[in-house]
């Protein structure tokens, strides 16, 4: 596969790569060095449109089929996703910035995904009710929805959109998915392999976009079950708009503001480990990211000095280096918004006791200076203060 694509790419929609309704393209950046990965078409509501239609027009076929039948199109995409798994680890690491060995773990994770739902075909389920009533029997059995409109982000580009979609579709629904804006790449390499693996015409769907194609999945009365994992503000609205339709469901996970707690028993060890990795990996984008450490009095000086300490030395730099931990910020508004909080701490008179937010030159690999560069910041407050 190449390693940039040569001409705008085409949303997949009934077993087809099709020409979007509108004129509108995007691209697909490399948050490392600023460099155009490839050009996408901008997915409009004429294109839900036709993606809805085909999916509800496949589901009552594919929920006919057995659950292992149904698997073995899931099979097909594990087996894939294993032997091209250095492959597409670089593609996540490129497009996203993750570090390479975060990049090959976002593929493995989707793999063992797959590997579960597929799996999980040929296993029992429902469940068998006790009645009181001799001779009476009463069970529940799982029915499919229909067409599941799912919503992915960036940050695991690969992962999370088989935790929404290897599940959905071996249980009997049909699937039409927005993938992120910012990883448009990832997206057509895992619909080119559903289409390798032969799934039946319209069962899975694929419209690249923005937001507002990801509202026209939410708002059409086609879609029975919307899956989204982003941001609360955009999962609030989803979960305000489905609420009010009786019968439509969605299942909305979404960021929070984490708290790691260092207990005057923790070992100090771990404590550490655990709360580097959960900072800065991926750069602190990411729905478990910790951007709160809370310690005991009695732990708090030995904890502080050792945290600092890794914190200095945490290596930023190309991502696709084995020897970097922390890698660029996804896009320009991202590294605005961390620039705005860092500058907000200094003004409130906080103790910063990390600051390489701006890196120095020699920091910044040759080649990436127009990647969006920060560093670990870090700075302590009493929670007690009156802080915005």
């Not at 996703?81 to 570090?99: A, N, S």
């Amino acid at each position: 596969m190449s390693q940039q694509l040569s001409e705008p790419s085409k949303h997949y929609v009934d077993g087809e790569w099709v020409e979007g309704k509108g004129s509108d393209t995007f691209e697909s950046t490399n948050p490392a060095t600023g460099e155009t990965l490839g050009e996408f078409q901008r997915g409009t509501d004429a294109d839900v449109d036709r993606a809805l239609a085909a999916a509800e027009e496949a589901f009552e076929e594919w929920s006919t089929l057995s659950y292992i039948d149904r698997a073995e199109y899931l099979w097909d995409i594990y087996h894939e996703l294993r032997d091209r798994h250095e492959e597409l680890g670089e593609v996540v690491t490129k497009e996203c910035g993750k570090e390479i060995s975060e990049g090959k773990a976002d593929v493995t994770e989707a793999w063992h995904m797959v590997e579960w739902a597929a799996g999980n075909a040929r296993h029992p389920h429902g469940d068998v009710v006790p009645s009181e009533i001799p001779g009476k029997d009463a069970y529940m059995r799982r029915q499919p929805r229909g067409v599941v409109g799912c919503i992915s982000p960036w940050n695991f580009p690969v992962a999370i959109p088989f935790w929404h979609m290897a599940v959905t579709l071996v249980e009997g629904n049909t699937v039409v998915w927005k993938p992120a804006e910012q990883t448009p790449w990832c997206g057509q390499v895992i619909a080119e392999m559903f289409e390798e693996s032969g799934i039946p015409d319209g069962v899975f769907n694929m419209v690249q976009g923005y937001g507002d194609a990801g509202e026209a999945i939410v708002e059409d009365d086609r879609t029975d079950t919307v899956l989204f994992t982003g941001s609360a503000e955009v999962g609030q609205e989803i979960a305000g708009e489905v609420g009010g339709q009786p019968g439509k469901l969605a299942a909305c996970e979404m960021g929070g503001k984490n708290g790691i707690v260092i207990t005057s028993e923790a070992d100090m060890d771990t404590a550490v480990h655990s709360a580097v990795m959960s900072s800065f990996k991926t750069t602190g984008q990411r729905c478990v990211s910790s951007e709160r450490l809370l310690v005991h009095e009695d732990r708090y000086e030995e904890f502080k000095e050792r945290f600092v300490d890794v914190a200095e030395d945490v290596a930023v730099g190309d991502p696709l280096e084995e020897d970097t931990f922390m890698g660029p910020l996804i896009e320009p508004d991202h590294e605005e918004k961390v620039t705005d909080y860092n500058d907000l701490a200094r003004e409130e008179d906080v103790n910063v006791l990390v600051d390489r937010a701006d890196l120095d030159d020699e920091e910044i690999p040759e080649g990436h200076e127009d990647g969006h560069w920060v560093g670990p910041f870090v700075y302590e407050a009493d929670p007690e203060d009156d802080l915005r």
